[in-house]
């Protein structure tokens, strides 16, 4: 079992939906959240961090922690075209480098 | 706002050669990291260091070493290079306490190995 976990998809909406992207992990002890967005053959993005349970907005983005249930999730409001993209979820843990779920590939329909 | 710069963007090797990949972190950020990204998995950590000592370990094969030096830039020694290494290699840099130590990427070097 990885230790972090996210569905591959891909997630299909149209254009001016909401994209809700969801990530389990499995480390108690994780301190940080992380979000990423990544176009084919580019490097990560960093879209989003959080630190503390509840929500954090950010323009179109919302991410949202809650450490009970070990669960990230990333809503993306007023979905693009060019936010078609593979979202990755990261989590700091013991050590400070970032260990990332497989991506969600995210697909918006014009 | 400067990014991380790495170099070169494309590098092709040949089997059991060796190949150095270059980082140069934004400017004031005290901690390198080092991933590795294969076609269609997701970024592996290799290693990292925090003011030019290695801070963090992590799936980095004993033919790969890297160092950072005094100006903060950093590199990445492969040697006897095999085919499995082909990937993208990115480096990402961060500053220590500052903001949960968010992570900034560099837009990676593509090694291809024939």
């Known amino acids: 079992q990885k230790e972090v976990e996210q569905n591959s998809g891909p997630l299909s909406v149209p254009e001016g939906a909401i994209a809700s992207l969801n990530c389990t992990y499995s480390d108690r002890g994780s301190q940080s959240f992380f979000w990423y967005r990544q176009y084919s053959g580019k490097s990560p993005e960093l879209i989003m961090s959080?630190?503390?349970?509840g929500d954090k907005e950010d323009g179109r983005f919302t991410a949202q922690l809650n450490k009970a249930s070990q669960y990230v999730s990333l809503l993306i409001r007023d979905s693009q075209p060019s936010d078609s993209a593979t979202y990755l979820c990261?989590?700091?843990?013991?050590?400070?480098?970032?260990?990332f779920g497989s991506g969600t590939r995210l697909q918006v329909q014009p | 706002a400067a990014g991380v710069i790495q170099s070169p963007r494309h590098l092709i090797k040949e089997k059991r050669e060796t190949a150095t990949l270059k980082c140069y972190p934004i400017p004031r950020h005290d901690t390198v990291y080092w991933y590795q990204q294969g076609p269609g998995q997701d970024p592996q950590f290799l290693i990292s260091f925090y003011e030019k000592m290695q801070s963090d370990k992590g799936s980095i094969p004993d033919r790969f070493s890297a160092q950072q030096f005094s100006d903060y830039h950093s590199e990445l020694n492969m040697s006897s290079l095999e085919l499995g290494d082909s990937a993208l290699y990115f480096c990402?840099?961060?500053?220590?306490?500052?903001?949960?130590?968010?992570?900034?990427f560099g837009p990676g070097t593509r090694l291809t190995v024939t």
């Open positions: 990402a840099s961060s500053l220590q306490g500052g903001r949960g130590y968010e992570q900034y």
């Open positions: 990261a989590v700091i843990t013991g050590r400070r480098a970032l260990t």
């Open positions: 959080i630190y503390s349970n």
